[in-house]
């Protein structure tokens, strides 16, 4: 069992001035994850960046995106799910600052781009 139950999902209209509360939500995990300032501001950026992105592969503007974060004991993970749109997968070739990794996948009809900030154990 892990230290940092920590879990959020979120669901977001395509609207680019709702990603900003993804990003806000990013900033209190690695705030939490007791992350510098610059960093926290650099994964705040990317998650804003993801969600806009995500919204852009998107045609069915009914169906919200999801947006899960989990705080896990040595990571944090963002996911963006797009319903209903396959995963770029290698045709996607982004890179954001403060973010570790970068993956997509496909997953129950949804396409999933998946960051990944590796945090320090902490006592």
């Not at 926290?40 to 950026?45: A, S, T």
């Not at 797009?82 to 997953?107: K, Y």
Request: hydrophobic residues 40%.
């Amino acid at each position: 069992m892990t230290k940092y139950p920590l879990h959020l999902l979120l669901s977001l209209d395509h609207d680019e001035r709702l990603a900003a509360a993804a990003g806000g939500a990013m900033r209190i995990f690695a705030d939490a994850a007791g992350l510098s300032n610059e960093n926290i501001e650099q994964l705040k950026v990317a998650v804003v960046s993801a969600c806009k992105l995500c919204f852009g592969f998107h045609d069915n503007s009914t169906t919200p995106c999801q947006v899960n974060f989990r705080r896990l004991d040595d990571r944090i993970e963002v996911e963006v799910c797009v319903p209903g749109v396959a995963a770029p997968g290698e045709r996607l070739q982004v890179a954001w600052d403060g973010v570790d990794s970068v993956q997509c996948e496909d997953r129950d009809n949804c396409g999933v781009l998946r960051l990944t900030k590796f945090v320090p154990a902490t006592a």
